[in-house]
C-alpha cells in the first residue's frame, strides 16, 4: 500500500524549540514514514503507512505531546492572554515581584521577601529554564534562555533576589509576547485561507447541494452567485461576470468572464451568476498552492539569517565563557572585589544576550514573504528577498513579458490595384483575407480572422484551401485563386511586383510590424499589418525600474527589425534579437559579469534555462501555472510586469528594515557591555535595556505587513 500525507496545523507552536521538542515526540512512533515541520506556519507535514497507523492515531499523539491538531484548515491562534500558561506565570511573577518590594518597604524579616523573590524566580523562570535545560542536554546548545538562567541563578546567589526576580519578569514577558508575534506574521495564510468559502453549491444528479468544499471533486459542476467567492479553480461552463482576481493576482481591475474562461479559487464573482466546472480539488486549488509556497518560502533561510543564526550558536557559549571569565580573572590575578566582579559578570551575561539580533531578520523576512504574497508576487524565501535588493540589471523576455504574445491587426490598407481589381474597401479585402485565412492555424490568420469578428465582417466563402509552409495560404474564390502571405510570397514566388506597396511595407515593417499581402496571381489587393501588442502599463513599468536604478535589457528570438521597433517603444536601455533559448542564457550570464546581479522575468516554460541562470529567476502570470510556478525563484500572479517593481521595492525596504534592526541590536548590546564591564549599569539597567531593544526590534520588522 502506498504512503499517505497528512498536513495537520497544531497549537502551541511558538518558536523552533517548539518544533525540535515535536520531532523529538514523533521520532519513534510507529508507521510515521516522514516528518516535516513548519515552526512560522505551526503546521507539520506527516507522511505514514495507512497499515500501521491512522490519521486520528496521529492526532491523538500531537495532542498528547502538547500541540492539539486544529480543526479543518483552521491556522491556530494564540490563546486569550488569560488562559495563556506563560502569560499567567509570567504576571504571577510580576505580582510576587511586587509584593516582595512592597513588603521590603515594610521592613518584614528579609527571609520573608527574599522566599517571595524566589518564588517568583522559579514561577516565572519555569518555561524558558526548562527550554534552556532541554537545549543544552538534548540539543547540546547553549541558547539565550540558558544565558537568562545563569544570570538569574547567580543573581539570586549574589544575595540579588529582587534584581533576580525582576530579570525572570521581563524575560518571561517578552518569551509570553513570541507567540503573539508569530501569529502577526500568520496573518497573511490567514488571509489567504479566508478568501475561499466553507462550503460550495454543487449540480448533483439533478439536484443542487451545499457540500464542504474540501469534498470537491474534479469534474464537479458549481454555482457562483452574485458577490460570492469562487470554491476553487475551474474552467466557466454557463453566465458571463466580472470577476476581482485581486486576491489571488494582486491585479486592481475586475476581469471579464465568459464560457470557456479559466476562474481562480479565492477570486470573488460580480454581478453575474457562473456555473462552473472544478479543474482542481480544493485541496490542489491556486489559494492552495500559494499558501503551500508561503510556508515552504518561510522556512528558507536567507544568507544573512543563517549567518546570524551561525553567529548566536558560537557567541552565546562566548558570553557565558566571558562572564565566567570577567568573574574569576580580576579576583584571581589582580585582587578584584569578588562580589564586584561576579555582579558585573551577572549584568555582562544578560548585557551581551543577543535576543534582539537574532530576531531581527527572521521577523522581517516572514512578514515580508507573507505581504509580498497578499499582494501577488510570492517570493520562494529570504535568500531571494536578499538577492532581489540587489538587482542592477533586468532582462526581459519580449513576447508574452512586454507584449501580450497575443498578435493582433494593427492596419488595414487597401491597395491601387485592388481597386483596379474590383475591391471597392478595406472591409471587402479584410472579408476575403478572412475568409482564406480562417481554415488556417497559424497565430497570424487567427489574427486576422478575429480582427474581422472583432468587427462584423463576415468571412468570405472560399474552396480549395492549401497552406504554403513558411509562406502563406491560399484559395479559390469566384474560380480565381487568392493569396494572402508574406511580400516574399508575392516577389519571389509568384513574381508579381509589389512596387504599389512597397513604402506603406517598409513603413510597417520599421514599425516592428508583420505584413501580409492579400492578392490574387496578377496583383496584390490590399496589405494587412499584424503586431504583438504591448502590454499597456509596459513603459510605466519600465519607467519604475529605471527610477529604482535597474538597467534594463530585452531579450527575444524575434528579428532584429521587430525587437528594434519594441526596444524604442517601451524604453529599454538595450535589446538583444534572433535569441534561441540557449542564447538567452550566455546573455544572462554576459549580463551578471558585466553589471552585476541579474534578475530574469519570463514565462517559467520557455525561458526557464535562463531564469534558471539569473541571480533571481521572475515567472510573470503564474496563477494556474504549476511549471511557472516551480521553476522561478519569484512568480509574479498577474501578467502585470508593475508587480516586478513593487517586488524590488519590496525587497528594498525589507533590507532597509533589517539594516535598521540590526544596527540597532549592536549599538544596544555595545552600550550594555561597555555598561556592564564598567560597573555603570546595574543588573535591572541591563534587562530593561535588553528586553526594550527585544520589542523595538520586533515592532520594527513587523512593520513589513503593511503593504
Known amino acids: 500500500m502506498n504512503n499517505t500525507k497528512l498536513d495537520v496545523y497544531v497549537g502551541n507552536m511558538d518558536c523552533e524549540h517548539d518544533a525540535a521538542n515535536l520531532e523529538r515526540g514523533l521520532q519513534d512512533f510507529q508507521g510515521i514514514v516522514d516528518l516535516k515541520v513548519y515552526p512560522k506556519a505551526a503546521k507539520v507535514s506527516l507522511t505514514y503507512n495507512p497499515e500501521t497507523t491512522s490519521p486520528l492515531a496521529l492526532r491523538e499523539k500531537l495532542n498528547e505531546l502538547g500541540f492539539p491538531p486544529q480543526a479543518g484548515r483552521a491556522v491556530p491562534e494564540q490563546p486569550k492572554l488569560w488562559r495563556n500558561p506563560k502569560v499567567i506565570t509570567a504576571v504571577i511573577s510580576g505580582v510576587l515581584l511586587l509584593v516582595g518590594w512592597l513588603l521590603g518597604q515594610a521592613t518584614l524579616p528579609q527571609v520573608v521577601t527574599y522566599g517571595i523573590y524566589i518564588a517568583a524566580v522559579v514561577i516565572g523562570g519555569y518555561y524558558f529554564g526548562r527550554e534552556a535545560i532541554e537545549e543544552l542536554i538534548l540539543e547540546r546548545e547553549i541558547g539565550i534562555e540558558l544565558l537568562m538562567l545563569v544570570a538569574a541563578v547567580a543573581a539570586l546567589l549574589l544575595g540579588e533576589p529582587a534584581e533576580a526576580a525582576m530579570l525572570v519578569f521581563l524575560y518571561s514577558i517578552s518569551e509570553a509576547a513570541e507567540g503573539y508575534t508569530e501569529e502577526k506574521t500568520r496573518s497573511a495564510v490567514r488571509a489567504l485561507m479566508d478568501l475561499t468559502p466553507k462550503m460550495a453549491l454543487v449540480r448533483r444528479e439533478g439536484r443542487e447541494i ?133 555582579t558585573r559578570a551577572v549584568v555582562f551575561i544578560v548585557a551581551a544576550a543577543p535576543c534582539a539580533l537574532v530576531i531581527s531578520i527572521p521577523i522581517t523576512m516572514v512578514a515580508t514573504l507573507g ?3 497578499r499582494k501577488g508576487v510570492l517570493i520562494k524565501g529570504g535568500k531571494y528577498v536578499e538577492q532581489l535588493a540587489k538587482i542592477t540589471v533586468v532582462a526581459l523576455d519580449k513576447t508574452g513579458t512586454l507584449t501580450r504574445g497575443e498578435p493582433e491587426v494593427t492596419d488595414v490598407i487597401l491597395l491601387r490595384d485592388g481597386q483596379m481589381h474590383g475591391i471597392t474597401s478595406s ?72 512596387t504599389g506597396g512597397v513604402a506603406e511595407i517598409r513603413a510597417l515593417q520599421s514599425e516592428g510590424k508583420t505584413v501580409v499581402v492579400v492578392g490574387d496571381a496578377q496583383a496584390p489587393w ?182
Open 427 to 498: 472591409e471587402q479585402m479584410l472579408a476575403v483575407a478572412a475568409g482564406v485565412e480562417r481554415l488556417s492555424q497559424h497565430p497570424l490568420a487567427r489574427a486576422v480572422t478575429q480582427h474581422a469578428e472583432t468587427h462584423g465582417i463576415v468571412p468570405a466563402v472560399v474552396a480549395d484551401f492549401r497552406s504554403l509552409t513558411g509562406a502563406g495560404v491560399t484559395a479559390r474564390l469566384n474560380g480565381s485563386t487568392i493569396y494572402a502571405g508574406s511580400p516574399d510570397l508575392f516577389e519571389k514566388q509568384l513574381n508579381i511586383s509589389l
Open 526 to 707: 490590399g496589405l494587412i499589418a499584424i503586431r504583438d501588442t504591448i502590454r499597456p502599463n509596459a513603459r510605466q513599468a519600465l519607467e519604475g525600474l529605471h527610477r529604482a536604478g535597474v538597467r534594463v535589457v530585452m531579450l527575444t528570438g524575434d528579428n532584429e527589425r521587430t525587437a528594434q521597433a519594441i526596444a524604442r517603444e517601451v524604453g529599454v536601455d538595450e535589446f538583444y534579437a534572433d535569441l534561441k533559448p540557449e542564447d538567452k542564457v550566455t546573455r544572462v550570464r554576459e549580463l551578471a559579469q558585466k553589471h552585476g546581479y541579474v534578475a530574469m522575468v519570463g514565462d517559467g516554460v520557455n525561458d526557464a534555462p535562463a531564469l534558471a541562470e539569473a541571480t533571481v529567476g521572475v515567472a510573470m502570470g503564474a496563477a494556474g501555472t504549476d511549471v511557472a510556478l516551480e521553476t522561478a525563484d519569484v512568480a509574479l500572479m498577474a501578467d502585470d510586469l508593475e508587480k516586478l517593481v513593487y517586488a524590488l521595492q519590496l525587497a528594498k525596504r525589507s533590507k532597509s528594515v533589517v539594516n535598521q534592526n540590526l544596527a540597532l541590536s549592536g549599538v544596544v548590546i555595545g552600550v550594555l557591555v561597555l555598561g556592564a564591564l564598567s560597573g555603570a549599569f546595574t543588573l535591572p539597567i541591563a534587562v530593561l535595556g535588553h528586553e526594550i531593544s527585544e520589542f523595538v526590534v520586533i515592532g520594527s520588522g513587523l512593520r513589513m505587513l503593511r503593504a
Open 371 to 373: 505581504t509580498g504574497a
Open 210 to 342: 451545499e457540500i464542504p468544499v474540501e469534498e470537491l471533486a474534479v469534474g464537479d459542476v458549481f454555482i457562483v452567485k452574485p458577490g460570492q467567492s469562487i470554491a476553487t479553480d475551474g474552467v466557466v461552463l454557463t453566465g458571463m461576470s466580472n470577476v476581482n482576481q485581486a486576491p489571488v493576482t494582486g491585479e486592481s481591475v475586475p476581469v471579464e468572464k465568459q464560457p470557456e474562461d479559466s476562474v481562480f479559487a479565492g477570486s470573488i464573482n460580480g454581478e453575474g451568476a457562473l456555473e462552473v466546472r472544478a479543474t482542481r480539488t480544493f485541496a490542489d486549488n491556486t489559494i492552495a498552492r500559494i499558501i503551500h509556497m508561503v510556508e515552504e518560502a518561510q522556512e528558507k533561510k536567507g544568507n544573512s539569517q543563517r549567518f546570524i543564526e551561525r553567529f548566536g550558536k558560537l557567541y552565546s557559549p562566548a558570553v557565558l565563557l566571558g562572564g565566567i571569565l570577567f568573574a574569576l580573572v580580576p579576583p584571581l590575578l589582580f585582587n578584584g572585589a569578588w562580589e564586584t566582579w561576579l
